[in-house]
């Protein structure tokens, strides 16, 4: 305890040099936050050990068709504006390939002598695509502003398809609604912390440090290399969200020792180190709630839960370094901008929880079980596509891509180079017999009876065979990431390998449906991971056996009954969110449940009496509770509300509503199990003696 008072009174005798750093620091920071990549592809993330991702390598590596885009013309425009404009495409720098008509058919072929197939998929309804192959992956930094390039040349009577178009959007779309996030975030916690606090000018100071902490974490991701798009979009409001407890409780700290020392300078140093002992163990729950998420296969979950773990432990730093000598260089406008405290003491309330606290047992058992329902039949999509705005450019090229060629998902299938052709033709039209098949283009399809191999163009040959591979694009007419596309790829694995035993099977069909299998594994293990980890700090933090269960329980029930609001509600959520949401909430919110049952210990080995003891536990607890949850709620709330993409949209809902949730059940449900398990906590709590 002396050093850390020793730490608070450097801190309080070095403010001005503290300032001084933490404003350089926010120049590298600034210079990493560009630097860092942004990676839009949701599918990178899967395990480099899943078949899917190894044929997506092969068809980037050695085929070059790991990324491409289909663009759509209208067929009036004459042969030579196609050429001019294909001309212009090939100059982009990650282009590899640009295949139309034209290409196809060469001088050599007339369009009579193609395959039925093959015509369909080269001139249909009044439009020609033409295929567009990048050097890189689908999502990467240079295949983007290649598709921005592309977008430039064929101008708005053109569309552009595909999975890196549709990232380009959400690139697009989040750049521009990120500024939105963080002030309507930041206007929503001032507002609360301006009702909570007793000074209209401290809530600028503590958004400030919090601020500048938030800018320091998302610089230091350079570390990391890059994080994904919903890294990037929900890591500001929830860090800002998570750590704001931090600095109302070194606020409060640092008012109540002026009063008692009357020096502000000695007051601060003290308040410090009461911060930094409270908080440490608080912290150390919520970063094991984030760091949990690391243990998901989809290894998007490491992403979110090191920068959030990251973050938190940020948070902690500036929170008793930077606040307090911010709050001590602005004292004098603290002072200046007091007034009368808006939040009510809640009297009432606390003497009717603890009153009828049998009777809140009572509600929380009938209410238990459509919770645990509710959350076990919530309802996901794993299609991505579906959490973006209809308005954007790739996605009406979709749906054109759908309506006029028939071309929901594609598979692609990597088989053997010296396959013979009478078996790659006996195995083609066993997947063509497939419910869900619309039509298979492969070199064996492409020849047909009429075309020979010398006859085609070699840049049309480099996409469908080399030196160990040839390529089987097939054409599905089941969305991705339903049950019957799932099946379909399933079959499909079944015939190819039935003719090649290492076929491997690629393509955002196949991709997403592993993303689906590991998904589901993923959303009971990092739940079960989180629970367990935060229930063994506990147990060292409460050196208890049973606060560890009650709290455990007491949150997971408020994770379920915001989860299912979801079902209920008949709201379909992203599969990112249902995973997430349990770990976050828990991490995040399990505070709430520890500050009051602290207190409920204290005033227990105080001598009070179990009613007596939350009485005076609640009343203390209680504001710090609400604001808490409101300045969380405030923070990912706004982003709930303007964000138009859904996969962001629906986390910072759940959150959000979680927030509120998880205050609720904590001030209702918990008084009242603490006080009915009186007896066992005191059996099983070291230090703590019934009374």
């Not at 007339?110 to 039925?116: A, H, N, Q, S, V």
């Not at 901008?337 to 606390?350: A, M």
């Amino acid at each position: 305890m002396i050093k850390v008072q020793k730490f608070g009174e450097f801190i309080v005798n070095h403010r001005r040099l503290i300032i001084i750093i933490c404003l350089l620091l926010l120049i590298p920071s600034i210079i990493g936050i560009k630097a860092t990549k942004i990676n839009y592809d949701i599918l990178s993330y899967l395990p480099d050990t899943v078949d899917t991702v190894k044929g997506q390598n092969i068809l980037t590596d050695e085929f070059g068709v790991g990324s491409y885009s289909i663009v759509i013309i209208d067929n009036k425009m004459k042969d030579k504006d196609i050429l001019k404009m294909e001309d212009k495409i090939k100059e982009i720098d990650a282009v590899d390939k640009v295949i139309s008509k034209s290409d196809i058919l060469g001088t050599s072929i007339p369009e009579e002598m193609l395959p039925d197939d093959v015509k369909e998929a080269i001139n249909k309804d009044g439009t020609i695509p033409i295929l567009v192959t990048f050097k890189t992956g689908m999502a990467a930094g240079e295949t983007l502003d290649a598709i921005d390039d592309l977008r430039d040349i064929v101008g708005d009577s053109c569309k552009v398809s595909g999975i890196s178009a549709t990232s380009d959007d959400i690139r697009i779309l989040l750049d521009q609604e990120m500024s939105v996030y963080v002030v309507v975030a930041s206007i929503f916690c001032i507002i609360v912390l301006m009702i909570a606090l007793d000074s209209y000018g401290v809530p600028l100071i503590i958004l400030g440090g919090i601020g500048i902490a938030i800018l320091y974490n998302m610089g230091t991701n350079i570390v990391l290399g890059q994080i994904s798009y919903i890294t990037k979009a929900i890591a500001t409001v929830l860090q800002l969200g998570v750590t704001m407890d931090f600095s109302i409780f070194l606020y409060h700290s640092y008012q109540r020792q002026k009063e008692i020392l009357g020096d502000k300078n000695k007051a601060m140093a003290t308040a410090i180190k009461e911060t930094l002992v409270s908080i440490v163990g608080s912290s150390t729950t919520t970063i094991a709630g984030f760091l949990a998420l690391c243990t998901m296969s989809l290894t998007l979950g490491t992403d979110i839960g090191l920068v959030m773990a990251k973050g938190v432990l940020i948070g902690v730093i500036t929170t008793v370094t930077l606040l307090p000598s911010l709050l001590l260089a602005f004292d004098k406008v603290i002072e200046k901008t007091k007034h009368k405290e808006l939040l009510p003491e809640f009297k009432k309330f606390t003497n009717f929880i603890v009153n009828h606290y049998k009777a809140m047992i009572v509600v929380f058992l009938l209410l238990l079980a459509p919770a645990i329902y509710g959350n076990n039949n919530v309802k996901v999509y794993y299609n991505l596509n579906k959490s973006l705005p209809d308005t954007l450019q790739s996605v009406s090229a979709n749906k054109e891509l759908q309506e006029k060629f028939n071309m929901v998902s594609t598979q692609m299938v990597l088989v053997n180079k010296d396959m013979k052709a009478d078996i790659a033709k006996q195995m083609i039209n066993e997947i063509k017999d497939l419910d869900g098949v619309d039509g298979v283009i492969g070199l064996q399809e492409l020849l047909g009876d009429n075309v020979s191999k010398e006859m085609i163009p070699d840049d049309i040959l480099s996409i469908f065979e080399n030196d160990k591979y040839q390529l089987l694009i097939i054409n599905s007419t089941y969305e991705n990431a339903t049950d019957e596309s799932n099946a379909l790829i399933q079959k499909v694995n079944e015939i190819v390998s039935k003719y090649d035993e290492n076929a491997i099977m690629a393509g955002e069909g196949p991709l997403m449906n592993d993303l689906v299998k590991i998904a589901d594994h993923d959303f009971n293990s990092v739940n079960v991971t989180s629970a367990v980890v935060i229930f063994v700090i506990m147990i060292f933090v409460f050196k208890s056996i049973s606060l560890p269960v009650i709290l455990i329980a007491v949150i997971e029930f408020a994770i379920f009954a915001n989860m299912s609001f979801t079902s209920y509600f008949g709201t379909v959520i992203p599969f990112i969110a249902s995973i997430v949401i349990g770990t976050i909430q828990l991490g995040a919110t399990v505070d709430y449940a520890i500050l009051m049952t602290n207190k409920y210990v204290k005033n227990r080995k105080d001598g009070l009496v179990p009613k007596e003891a939350m009485r005076l536990s609640l009343q203390d607890s209680i504001k710090s509770v609400i604001v808490s949850a409101f300045c969380f709620f405030a923070a990912t709330c706004g982003v709930s509300l303007f964000s138009n993409i859904e996969m962001i949209g629906s986390i910072c809902t759940l959150i959000s509503r979680g927030a509120i949730i998880s205050m609720v059940v904590v001030l209702t449900v918990l008084p009242a199990c603490l006080i009915l398990c009186d007896k066992v906590i005191c059996r099983t709590t070291k230090g703590l003696v019934r009374k």
